[in-house]
């Protein structure tokens, strides 16, 4: 089934901690996953990752696919007020070559406390 | 500025009303898409159009319709055969195949509420 679940749905921390969000998809015909952020409105692009074991980074943020487990964590190190946001993680659809079709998972909220 | 806009930012409609979101962009992409985004469901795909003149239905077009009679512009038509419309909705849009090399950017959104 063509399927992205995201865990956990929220997440309640304090600032200066870290967290692991987590992505798992069911296709094995995988092309990318991508990751946004959604404050209060537009989903903003976070990454796109193609390569499995290949981390990347913006600031504190960064990200890593595992082709062989089909899932994707997401980890926010040092965590500001300012992170706390709906965070979307997507593939592209099954069969998808020529639609761009995205699937995306039900989103991980995440709420950092001063 | 180049960018997504959306309009209006909040819709009320009355029951067996019609309502038209549109949509806008400037960034000279050929394909634009709709989402609906209900709380603990993440986003669900309405319509998408990969080029004018053309689109496709996504998982949940039913009770909406969409046209794509210029690049910039793609307006979605909520029908009174959306019995549950309530919901924000998010436009997007991208200049190729979304998740190959390129991403979707996506518009501030409408929200929707019924009376």
């Known amino acids: 089934e063509d399927k992205v679940v995201q865990s956990p749905l929220s997440l309640v921390v304090h600032e200066g901690d870290t967290v692991t969000l987590n992505c798992s998809y069911e296709?094995?015909?995988?092309?990318?996953l991508l990751w946004y952020k959604q404050e209060k409105k537009a989903p903003t692009f976070l990454f796109m990752l193609?390569?499995?074991?290949i981390e990347k980074k913006s600031g504190r943020l960064s990200s890593i696919l595992d082709k062989k487990e089909l899932s994707s964590i997401l980890n926010i190190t040092a965590t500001q007020t300012g992170d706390s946001a709906i965070y979307l993680c997507?593939?592209?659809?099954?069969?998808?070559?020529?639609?761009?079709?995205?699937?995306f998972g039900q989103g991980t909220t995440l709420q950092v406390k001063p | 500025d180049g960018g997504i806009t959306q309009s209006p930012k909040y819709l009320f409609r009355k029951e067996g009303q019609n309502v038209t979101l549109s949509c806008e962009q400037n960034?000279?992409?050929?394909?634009m898409y709709w989402y609906r985004q209900d709380p603990g469901q993440g986003l669900r795909l309405i319509y998408y159009?990969?080029?004018?003149?053309?689109?496709q239905k996504g998982d949940i077009a039913e009770g909406y319709s969409v046209s794509r009679e210029k690049k910039e512009s793609f307006p979605l038509t909520v029908t009174s055969a959306q019995k549950n419309p309530t919901a924000f909705y998010l436009c997007?849009?991208?200049?190729?195949?979304?998740?190959?090399?390129?991403?979707?950017?996506f518009g501030p959104g409408t929200r929707l509420l019924v009376l």
């Open positions: 159009s990969q080029i004018v003149n053309d689109f």
């Open positions: 296709v094995t015909n995988f092309r990318s």
């Open positions: 997507a593939r592209p659809a099954h069969g998808s070559s020529n639609t761009g079709k995205l699937i």
């Open positions: 960034l000279n992409h050929d394909a």
């Open positions: 997007a849009s991208s200049s190729g195949l979304a998740g190959f090399k390129e991403t979707q950017y």
């Open positions: 193609t390569s499995s074991g």
